[in-house]
């Protein structure tokens, strides 16, 4: 079964350091791979996917992340911490039986000044 | 372009009273279509997903139904409403197919309801 873990829920980080938030993924077959963040009181966005191209994936807001097979990770990562970087990072995993995502739990991300 | 609606925004509803929540999408046909909970300090629960008309597929046994009467149109409902339904509830669409990474889903602004 497919499934992904993210490593706590919340993260602080202080303005202009770096941003390192964790998922790893456990799947049988080559998995599509997405971050989404939540800004408080909205919907989800779409940050960036992995879907078997290039292993470093660049998505919006300066954000990055890195597929590594080996250790079954996707974190996401951000040079630089803005303020209106604060929100709430979800990682999720297509589902390979019914193409579904499933979700992390979450991390919130906050920056201090 | 693609763009996916729902309201309302915010809603306070007594305990006992229906509930009635509509998302629409706009310049995309036949849609997978979801409705999900995040609960207060908690992640995303899928509720309920649409592979097309009168198609609804519920992940979790609840108080909750959910309808689809047109392509892209989907509704969220309950007859009576209990205090643990309190949360805030996403709509969001999405295409499935086997090419590359086109799975990715497309949320609404979502409704936060509180049932008192």
């Known amino acids: 079964a497919q499934s992904v873990t993210q490593l706590g829920s919340h993260v602080s980080v202080s303005e202009g350091a770096l941003v390192l938030l964790r998922c790893n993924y456990s799947s049988s077959v080559p998995p599509y791979l997405f971050w989404y963040v939540q800004y408080p009181n909205q919907g989800l966005q779409l940050l960036l996917k992995y879907t078997s191209a290039a292993t470093l994936v660049k998505g919006i807001n300066g954000f990055e992340a890195e597929f590594k097979k080996s250790e079954t990770s996707f974190h996401l990562t951000k040079p630089s911490a803005h303020m209106s970087d604060a929100a709430e990072y979800f990682c999720a995993v297509r589902r390979d039986s019914n193409y579904q995502l499933i979700w992390g739990a979450g991390t919130k991300l906050i920056i201090k000044p | 372009s693609q763009t996916i609606h729902q309201w309302p925004a915010t809603l306070v509803q007594p305990v006992g009273s229906p509930l009635s929540l509509e998302c629409t999408v706009e310049?995309?046909?036949?849609?997978?279509l979801y409705w999900y909970r995040q609960a207060a300090g908690r992640g995303l629960q899928l509720l309920f997903y649409s592979v097309g008309i009168g198609q609804i597929s519920s992940e979790v046994p609840q108080n909750l139904s959910a309808s689809r009467p047109q392509d892209r149109q989907f509704i969220l409902s309950s007859k009576k409403l209990l205090l643990s339904d309190s949360g805030f509830y996403l709509c969001?669409?999405?295409?499935?197919?086997?090419?590359?990474?086109?799975?990715?889903?497309?949320f609404g602004q979502g409704t936060r309801l509180t049932v008192v």
């Open positions: 310049g995309t046909s036949n849609p997978n």
């Open positions: 969001a669409w999405s295409t499935i197919s086997q090419g590359l990474g086109n799975t990715e889903a497309f």
